[in-house]
């Protein structure tokens, strides 16, 4: 079945620093690459998404990058700070199923 | 305001007593999904629906049933709670389930069955 490995589980990095979460995907109909963050007791929430006909989306520092090819897509975060502390879900639904598929999460830690 | 809603947010019950968490959004949104949010396990889809009385299985649909009769509720039942159903509950919604977009996501259930 359809499945959307997601890495590292834990990311812990210092402030103004880079991070980078990496997701791969199964099923090659995935069309819509979207991230959500989640911070601690509240829902999740979009944060960026891509479709497959671009390679690369930015929204200041965040940017999502995707390798078709490869079936794996990753989230960029620059410059950290300590409100990017959260946990972070990609998610690959395959087109024509209309299920949603998500990830397992990474917890990111932005230290001081 | 544009929302998804749930209730209750907190609800601690025991083995085998039947109980639904209702969600429900006022954006005039085509798809509406349950998912429960264990600790490694991420968030995993339990139904789905794509529109009023059109719903469908997810990837953990065992012990849970659902119904769409109006567009805008879409509960989640529990027939017979187990302690395994111990969980967050989320339910989410989409303008549409073609193509899927933008999930927006209640505030959630915390559920605890003993």
């Known amino acids: 079945g359809e499945n959307v490995e997601q890495h590292p589980s834990t990311l812990s990095v210092q402030e103004g620093d880079s991070a980078v979460i990496k997701c791969t995907y199964s099923d090659s109909a995935s069309n819509y690459f979207p991230w959500y963050k989640q911070e601690l007791g509240k829902r999740p929430q979009l944060i960026i998404d891509?479709?497959?006909?671009?390679g690369e989306k930015k929204d200041q520092r965040i940017a999502v990058t995707l390798n078709k090819t490869a079936k794996h897509f990753s989230l960029h975060i620059t410059e950290t700070q300590p409100e990017d502390s959260a946990v972070y879900f990609c998610?690959?639904?395959?087109?024509?199923?209309?299920?949603?598929?998500f990830g397992t999460g990474t917890r990111l830690k932005v230290l001081a | 305001e544009a929302q998804v809603t749930q209730n209750p947010r907190y609800l601690i019950t025991v083995t085998g007593k039947k109980l639904t968490v209702t969600c429900s959004q006022n954006m005039n949104h085509e798809y509406m999904s349950w998912y429960r949010q264990d600790p490694g396990l991420g968030l995993r889809q339990i139904y789905y629906?794509?529109?009023?009385?059109?719903?469908d299985k997810g990837d953990v649909p065992e012990g849970y049933k659902v119904s769409r009769k109006e567009k805008r509720n879409f509960p989640l039942i529990l027939e017979s709670p187990s302690p395994n159903q111990t969980s967050l509950y989320f339910c989410?919604?989409?303008?549409?389930?073609?193509?899927?977009?933008?999930?927006?996501f209640g505030p959630g259930t915390r559920l605890t069955v003993t």
């Open positions: 998610a690959a639904p395959p087109e024509g199923t209309y299920k949603y598929i």
């Open positions: 629906s794509m529109n009023v009385e059109v719903t």
């Open positions: 891509i479709r497959s006909n671009v």
């Open positions: 989410a919604s989409s303008l549409s389930g073609d193509p899927l977009g933008e999930q927006y």
